[in-house]
C-alpha cells in the first residue's frame, strides 16, 4: 500500500513567485493534514481537512497562504507570492477515524527554499 | 492552548546503551503516537497508545501510556547507529481532532 506521496520533493524559486505543493493521502484516510517544519518552529499544523472540507485552518501562517482539496485523493497547499521566511519543509498526512485507533502517517516531505 | 514537552531536548550515547526518553502534557490525552525522523524524511510512526497504562513495544523500542494521562515514555534498548534521528512524541484529547506535536529528542549514537 502506497503511503502519503508529496510533490516536488524540492523545490527552489525566488521571492514573489508561486509555489504550489501537492499531496495524496493514503486511500480510505478522510483527514488530510498540512504541516511546516523548521529549526525554529518545529511541526506547525497549518490547516487540516475532513471529508475534503477545511475544518480549522487557524494555523495558516497569513493569507498568502491557500489550501484545497478538490476530491479526497488530491490537496494543494499554494503560497502566493512566496518570501524567503517561507523556507521549511511542508509534510502532508492523512489518518482515519474510521477505526477507533487513530494514527497519523506522514509524507516525504516537500523542502522549499525561496531566495 | 495544549502544549507537549519533550525531555531531553538531545542526548548523545554509546552504542549499546538503552535510551529512555518522555513527553508531559498540560492537559489529558486519550492518545499519544511516538514518531521517529531520520534527516531529509519525513517522520516515521514508531508506536501508537491507546490506554492509560499501556505499555506497547516494537522490536527494541518500548512506549508506555502514563498513569495520568498527561505524560508518555519511550525507551529504546540496546541502542545501534541507526536509532540516530530526532523522536517526537504526538498527543490527542477526546475534543481535539488533530494532533500537538512535541519539539523533539535528538538522539545521536557514539560508535
Known amino acids: 500500500d502506497a503511503g502519503v506521496i508529496q510533490s516536488p520533493r524540492h523545490e527552489v524559486t525566488e521571492m514573489g513567485q508561486e509555489v504550489t505543493l501537492r499531496c495524496k493521502p493514503i486511500?480510505?484516510?478522510?483527514?488530510l493534514f498540512w504541516y511546516r517544519q523548521t529549526m525554529m518552529r518545529g511541526l506547525e499544523l497549518l490547516i487540516y481537512?475532513?471529508?475534503?472540507?477545511?475544518?480549522?485552518d487557524s494555523g495558516m501562517p497569513e493569507d498568502r497562504f491557500s489550501a484545497k482539496m478538490p476530491n479526497a485523493s488530491f490537496s494543494t497547499l499554494k503560497i502566493q507570492p512566496s518570501e524567503p521566511r517561507d523556507s521549511a519543509v511542508y509534510f502532508c498526512?492523512?489518518?482515519?477515524?474510521?477505526?477507533?485507533?487513530?494514527?497519523?502517517?506522514f509524507g516525504p516531505g516537500t523542502r522549499l527554499l525561496v531566495l | 492552548g495544549q502544549q507537549l514537552n519533550q525531555s531531553p531536548q538531545s542526548m548523545f550515547i554509546q552504542e549499546g546503551e538503552d535510551v529512555s526518553m518522555n513527553c508531559t502534557s498540560s492537559?489529558?490525552?486519550?492518545?499519544w503516537l511516538w514518531y521517529k525522523q531520520d534527516p531529509g524524511e519525513g517522520p516515521v510512526l514508531l508506536i501508537a497508545?491507546?490506554?492509560?497504562?499501556e505499555l506497547t513495544s516494537n522490536g527494541r523500542l518500548t512506549a508506555q501510556f502514563g498513569i495520568t494521562r498527561k505524560d508518555s515514555f519511550l525507551n529504546i534498548s540496546a541502542s545501534i547507529p541507526s536509532d540516530v534521528g530526532i523522536y517526537f512524541c504526538?498527543?490527542?484529547?477526546?475534543?481535539?481532532?488533530?494532533?500537538?506535536f512535541g519539539p523533539g529528542t535528538r538522539l545521536s549514537v557514539l560508535p
Open positions: 498526512a492523512s489518518s482515519s477515524l474510521r477505526t477507533a485507533q487513530e494514527t497519523q502517517y
Open positions: 486511500s480510505g484516510h478522510d483527514y
Open positions: 481537512f475532513n471529508n475534503n472540507v477545511p475544518i480549522d
Open positions: 492537559s489529558i490525552f486519550n492518545t
Open positions: 497508545l491507546y490506554k492509560a497504562g
Open positions: 504526538a498527543g490527542r484529547d477526546n475534543y481535539g481532532q488533530n494532533f500537538v
